[in-house]
Structures are given as structure tokens and as C-alpha cells.
């Protein structure tokens, strides 16, 4: 997780998680979810949950993922292997490792050597699948050794995005942002019931999630409409999703200074014309994370679908670039969407937690 920071800018009365700039639309590239996955032979493997290091970066990866990494990627900076990584040969992992990728475990790698970065502040687990070229390059590697001499720049580059390879100092310089995140979003959270929240997920499985919720509904496998919009594809605890849900449970504890425990996860793929009316949520939903995931046409930083919170001070409007979230309690605070524009669609996933002595039913 790229859990940097929160940010919160007031504007004319607007909380932005990041800056809006004018910006001319890029039309909607259709090829983008129409071409094949490398190597897929079926239905299964078309429809299979993928974050290959060595297919990456692709276009939808945000672009702050490499501007981050600048300080990292020096080429005078000696890197090393990551001291909180696992490498996994034909997927074959600890059992506490293999354990916390549930359903994902099939979903990522099937036949793939594998690597997870354990978080040494949030604790959340990023796994990575290697192909064959980066399967070669890391043979052998063990967690704090010096980086395999000879690696070209840009696979250096992306090595360095995915954790795979760090400086010296990474685990100290993770755990003070991570401390200084959670001290500025909780006071933030205390004073106003909700929070914005930067990188939550790691910008290659970002990209991954967008192009997995993408194929889904191009293949008919998500149904249209609910009794809250007739107008999103829906899908209810999806394996992949859930298995962000649980990564992401001890940022919103530490977050909501809470002990809690997880409820649901809901995707929802909104299609021009969507309207999400006022409401609050049901008891399942004490602490929700609204994600923004995907959106048409690719926004230069924010969508311009922004979210409306209606707190007792008055309206409070959200913009969320992708990969941005909103931490908020959903029972409480009433909330909104006007009508997102023809021509564009948005994609958002909601992470839902409950307190962990909650005894209603928790889907």
C-alpha cells in the first residue's frame, strides 16, 4: 500500500482529495478493454485477476505511481532486495502468507512464481505475480540481499514501484508515514465524521482491479441495477474485492481508533445517467471506504463526478482522483451523486466495516 499521506484541501467549501485542473477529455479508448490478456486460452484465464511485474506499467496505472519513486529510482542509490518480502516459486508461499490471500491465491497466479511485500507500517500485503523474464532476474534473491547487479533501468524502475526492491532505510521511512497518516487522519476523522484518503491500494493492482471489473461486465457476469440505481453494474463480495476489504481492515481500525471487523464489499460500475440519491446507509455500513477505481474518459487528476456528503454544517463536495478514497461513517452522514455525464462511466468499490462486537448479520 501506498499509504502516503492524507490530504485535505478546502476550497470554496469543496474537500478535494486531490486538485481539480481543466482538463479536455480523451476520448474513450475502446481497445483499452477489448485487448486479450497475454497467453489466455479460455474463459477462465480471460476472466482471471492479474498484476504481472512484467507487464507493467501499463496505461492504467496512475501516473503519480512513478513520479513517487523518483528519489528511489536514482541510479547512484543502492537498492536491495526488501527485507519484508516472500518469493514464491510456482506460488508456493508460508502458510501465514498463503493464509491472507484467501480466494486470491488462485485469482493471481495460477502458475506463476509470485512475490508479496508485507507493509512494515499498515501491514497489508501487496502480492505480485513474475513472469518468466522477471522470474529469471530475481532466481535466487533473498529478502535484505543487494539488488542483482545489471538490471536495466526501467525494469529497476518498476521494481522499485512494487516494493520489490528498496533502500536501506525503506522500513523506518514506511513506518513514519505511516504514523504521521494515521495521526493526521484520525484527528481529522474525530472532528468530522469522514476523511479522504490517498493510495490506499497499491497503483499496479489498481490497474489490475480496473481492468478485471472491466472484462466482468463486458462478459455479462455483473447484473445491472439495484434498489438504491438502476444504472451501475453491481457486484456483491466478489472474491477480488473482498480480498482488498480484509488488507485494508487495520488502516480503517487505526483510522477510526476502533476495534472492527468486516461486513461487505460492493462494486458498482455507474453508467452514463446514474443518480445516486441522498441516503444513509444500513447498520452494516458504520465505516465505510468509498474508492474510486476506474473512470471514462481518463481523468487528467479528478473525476468530475464528485461525492456529497450532507453534514449538520451544510454540503460538503468530494472530488476523488483514481485511487483515491473517502473514509466516512455511512449511517450517519447522509450522502450523494448528481447525474454523471453522458458518454462517461465511473467505477467505485465500497469497503464496508462494522464494530467487532456488532450481532446483526454482517452481507
Not at 502458510?95 to 512494515?120: K, N, T
Not at 450522502?335 to 464494530?355: E, K
Amino acid at each position: 500500500m501506498r499509504f502516503q499521506g492524507l490530504r485535505r484541501q478546502p476550497v470554496h467549501g469543496e474537500w478535494m482529495a486531490t486538485p481539480v485542473k481543466d482538463a479536455v477529455w480523451p476520448r474513450w479508448i475502446e481497445r483499452s478493454v477489448e485487448e486479450a490478456e497475454p497467453g489466455s486460452t479460455g474463459a477462465a484465464s480471460h476472466l482471471r485477476f492479474r498484476c504481472c511485474l512484467d507487464e507493467l506499467p501499463d496505461h492504467l496505472v496512475p501516473e503519480y505511481a512513478f513520479r513517487s519513486q523518483g528519489e528511489v529510482n536514482r541510479s547512484d542509490q543502492d537498492l536491495r532486495v526488501n527485507p519484508a518480502g516472500w518469493f514464491g516459486k510456482n506460488g508456493a508461499l508460508p502458510d501465514d502468507i498463503s493464509d491472507a490471500l484467501g480466494a486470491l491465491r488462485i485469482l493471481v497466479a495460477e502458475h506463476r512464481d509470485l512475490v508479496c511485500i508485507r507493509d512494515p507500517g499498515s501491514k497489508v500485503l501487496q502480492p505480485f505475480s513474475l513472469g518468466p523474464g522477471l522470474g529469471a532476474l530475481l532466481a535466487g534473491s533473498q529478502p535484505g540481499t543487494p539488488a542483482p547487479p545489471g538490471i536495466p533501468c526501467e525494469t529497476r524502475s518498476v521494481l522499485a514501484v512494487a516494493g520489490v526492491l528498496v533502500p536501506e532505510d525503506w522500513a523506518e521511512i514506511r513506518r513514519g508515514k505511516w504514523s504521521a497518516a494515521v495521526s493526521q487522519g484520525t484527528q481529522t476523522f474525530r472532528q468530522q465524521g469522514f476523511v479522504p484518503v490517498r493510495q490506499l491500494i497499491h497503483p499496479f493492482h489498481l490497474s489490475a482491479l480496473r481492468r478485471y471489473y472491466r472484462r466482468l461486465v463486458r462478459s455479462g457476469l455483473m447484473p445491472m441495477g439495484d434498489g438504491q440505481c438502476a444504472r451501475r453494474y453491481i457486484a456483491h463480495n466478489d472474491s477480488v474485492a473482498a480480498f482488498f476489504h480484509r488488507q485494508l481492515m487495520p488502516v480503517v481500525s487505526a483510522l477510526v481508533e476502533k476495534a472492527i471487523k468486516l461486513s461487505y464489499v460492493y462494486v458498482g460500475c455507474y453508467q452514463e445517467g446514474a443518480v445516486l440519491e441522498k441516503h444513509t446507509d444500513r447498520e452494516q455500513c458504520e465505516f465505510s471506504v468509498s474508492l474510486c477505481l476506474d473512470y471514462a474518459p481518463e481523468p487528467r487528476v479528478a473525476t468530475p463526478w464528485p461525492i456529497q456528503l450532507h453534514t449538520a454544517s451544510g454540503r460538503t463536495t468530494i472530488f476523488q482522483a483514481i485511487g483515491d478514497g473517502l473514509l466516512y461513517r455511512g449511517r450517519d452522514i447522509p450522502h450523494s451523486r448528481g447525474r454523471l455525464p453522458r458518454g462517461h462511466n465511473s467505477t467505485s468499490i465500497f469497503f464496508h466495516y462494522v464494530l467487532d462486537d456488532f450481532s446483526g448479520g454482517l452481507n
